[in-house]
């Protein structure tokens, strides 16, 4: 590394003069100044910072990714990287607390002088989005319009531009579609794992039909659930069925990315698959802070707006609340739980399974 002979002053370096002569009030513009509305184009400039954090986080990922083979020593790197993404969520959601010390009147003090300007516009935001996995025909009806209507030209282009790259989810997809050990020799996994499954439900029904303290309708009603769970189990292993979710976009997975992610959940402990299983946690985690700081959004609106319009002509608090639930990404990692088995019950590796996925020496 090269010696820096030349003398660095702090606020060159951060070039402050540029960062703290960027907050330009529109009220202003029009008369009296709004007391709070420094406070809002701050908190805003900050939360535009941390998007450009989470863009650079998440661009090295993807380039890692996008290697034909992601060699086990970059894992470590990614795991790093998204721990320090899920870091900058906590601080974001901490921000609301913030902006919610300003009161619903002194938004009103400015808040018409920013119309149409709207979070929708936030090409940052949207630009994370995209690239982790959220697509335009997956958003819902006005985002989707809005998506398209209320950017400049630049933006709509640039943003169509990110959507027709592929997103982690999509390198994830491939990555795990390599996953080695289902089928070694004559062991097949799928086969072993469906047997146990199928015995785990008969002494889940006997249980059911030994319980004496069960009412005959609270059997019935028992064992209704048990063959509902069956049904869920078949429709992961069978690839008809599927196929069918995956149409219905109950799934975005394919199958065998689907259960080589399960396949990585259930042998967590094996050490080679416990990287592999932090990265599912981490996206767990960035999935569920990203549907909280969406509730907090909305709650936030309601809390400013009431059932008003927003700036950028949504339905406000009901727009927002709608995303909470909609614009999800990791979604099949969470349902992976639904077919987790007890360790008693798991098949046993292969020794020579189990040999490639030690660590050795």
Avoid: C
């Amino acid at each position: 590394m090269q010696r820096n002979d030349e003398p660095v002053y702090y606020g060159d370096y951060l070039e402050l003069d540029k960062i703290l002569n960027a907050q330009q009030l529109k009220s202003a513009e029009y008369g009296k100044k709004a007391h709070d509305e420094t406070l809002f184009i701050i908190v805003h400039q900050v939360y535009e910072l941390w998007f450009k954090q989470i863009l650079h986080e998440l661009n090295s990922i993807l380039s890692i990714f996008s290697q034909e083979k992601v060699e086990e020593r970059e894992m470590g790197t990614i795991n790093q990287r998204l721990g320090r993404i899920i870091e900058i969520q906590r601080v974001l959601q901490e921000q609301f607390s913030v902006i919610e010390t300003m009161t619903p009147l002194d938004f009103l003090d400015f808040r018409d002088y920013l119309v149409p300007a709207s979070g929708f516009q936030s090409i940052q935001f949207r630009s994370i989005e995209i690239k982790l996995g959220l697509r335009m025909n997956q958003r819902v009806q006005f985002d989707q319009s809005s998506f398209i209507n209320r950017l400049s030209e630049d933006d709509k282009k640039y943003l169509l531009a990110v959507e027709g790259s592929p997103s982690l989810l999509d390198f994830l997809e491939k990555w795990l579609e390599r996953l080695p050990f289902l089928e070694f020799g004559e062991f097949k996994f799928w086969k072993l794992y469906k047997e146990a499954v199928e015995s785990m439900l008969i002494t889940d029904r006997e249980i059911v039909n030994n319980r004496t303290q069960l009412t005959d309708g609270e059997k019935q009603k028992q064992l209704i659930e048990l063959d509902v769970t069956e049904q869920s189990f078949n429709s992961i292993l069978d690839e008809g069925l599927f196929a069918e979710l995956k149409e219905s976009n109950v799934v975005k997975l394919s199958q065998k990315a689907f259960l080589s992610a399960l396949f990585i959940s259930l042998y967590r402990d094996e050490p080679a698959l416990n990287a592999p299983y932090k990265l599912i946690q981490n996206l767990i985690d960035i999935d569920e802070n990203f549907t909280n700081w969406r509730h907090r959004h909305a709650l936030l609106a309601h809390r400013m707006l009431g059932t008003k319009i927003g700036t950028g002509g949504s339905s406000g608090h009901e727009y927002l609340k709608s995303t909470t639930s909609n614009n999800r990404i990791f979604l099949d990692f969470f349902n992976l739980s639904t077919f987790l088995i007890p360790r008693s019950s798991l098949p046993e590796l292969p020794k020579k399974v189990r040999e490639k996925l030690n660590f050795s020496f």
